[in-house]
């Protein structure tokens, strides 16, 4: 889905919107628990916001001070022609504002007023798009908290993002990517040993892990995933080359028998979920991250 910068008829912005369009660089903050963009819930507005920095020295401030609160993040420079990617991508994260900073200077830019993007009905015939923008999002949240002290027990809210992220995987929709050559599927095998099949969000995230171009994707509603899981999965990874979250999935029981829940690899806290049209389909997710090699089944 193409889009492209705008400006908009406040010419009190239109000097900072053109900056944030024509800059030599930019500055990021990525989290190190999600390889994602920092994401930020504005006290006062509630915007889902992440910060941009035209200054090196600034951004380094800034993840200096949340490093001090137990925050870690890294410094993403941005060139000129990777910033209407990073915007574009901040759609499919479900970030909805930037939080642009010059010394002490701080102004909130709505992603919608800086950049358009095609409606559905502009979508080609034929063609299906999938984002589950709801589902990031809560992850980002999730995986900022849990992951940065994974020893401690996770909090009254961050098991609220837990079960909220399980609800929003039960609706979703996903990219499962297949061989083009008929060779099967690639499977990732976790540090622990368990086998998961790799899955994703969007075309963006899928696009990371196809660098190669010898993968098709093929979309999968989440309550058709036990149907379509490898046999040798134990569930699905969600975006690899991102969040890299494992989620266990409950496969359906043959008649007569009782199904068995999966199990949390991480051994996090947590009680398997059951989904709206009452299949089981993904226990608790773990908020640790676990380390994957591929492989091909």
């Known amino acids: 889905m193409s889009v492209e ?5 406040d010419t009190g912005f239109h000097g900072l919107l053109e900056r944030l369009r024509t800059a030599p660089e930019l500055y990021a903050l990525m989290s190190v628990c999600t390889k994602e963009p920092y994401v930020i819930c504005d006290p006062e507005t509630f915007d889902d916001e992440t910060a941009l920095f035209f200054d090196e020295e600034d951004a380094k401030k800034e993840a200096e001070r949340l490093a001090g609160e137990k925050i870690p993040v890294q410094v993403m420079r941005l060139e000129n022609q990777q910033m209407l990617p990073f915007y574009t991508s901040l759609y499919t994260l479900g970030i909805n504002a930037l939080l642009v900073c010059e010394g002490e200077q701080k102004t909130m830019v709505q992603l919608a ?12 015939d034929g063609k299906v798009w ?3 923008p709801a589902l990031q999002l809560t992850a980002l949240y999730f995986l900022q908290e849990a992951r940065r002290r994974p020893a401690q027990e996770m909090s009254e809210e961050t098991k609220g993002m837990q079960e909220e992220l399980l609800a929003h995987f039960t609706k979703g929709r996903f990219i499962f990517p297949i061989r083009k050559d008929g060779k099967g599927v690639p499977l990732a095998r976790l540090a622990n040993g368990d086998t998961y099949q790799p899955i994703f969000t969007d075309i963006l995230e899928f696009q990371k892990f196809n660098k190669e171009d010898q993968l098709k994707g093929v979309v999968v509603d989440a309550v058709k995933i ?3 899981l490898s046999s040798e999965a134990k569930g699905v990874l969600l ?3 991102g969040i890299n979250l494992p989620m266990p999935i409950r496969r359906k029981a ?3 028998a009782a199904g068995q829940a ?5 051994g996090a806290a947590g009680q398997a979920a059951q989904n709206p049209a009452g299949d089981g389909t993904a226990a608790a997710p773990a908020g640790k991250e676990e380390s994957a090699e591929g492989k091909q089944e």
Do not use: C, H, S, Y
């Not at 910068?5 to 008829?9: C, G, I, M, S």
């Not at 007023?113 to 080609?124: A, G, M, S, T």
């Not at 999966?262 to 991480?266: E, L």
């Open 239 to 241: 975006n690899l080359m």
């Open 226 to 228: 036990p149907q379509v």
């Open 254 to 256: 043959p008649a007569g």
């Open 262 to 266: 999966g199990q949390n690899p991480a």
């Open 5 to 9: 910068a705008k400006l908009t008829n």
């Open 113 to 124: 007023d800086f950049v358009r993007r095609k409606k559905n009905d502009e979508i080609p």
């Open 130 to 132: 999938v984002e589950n």
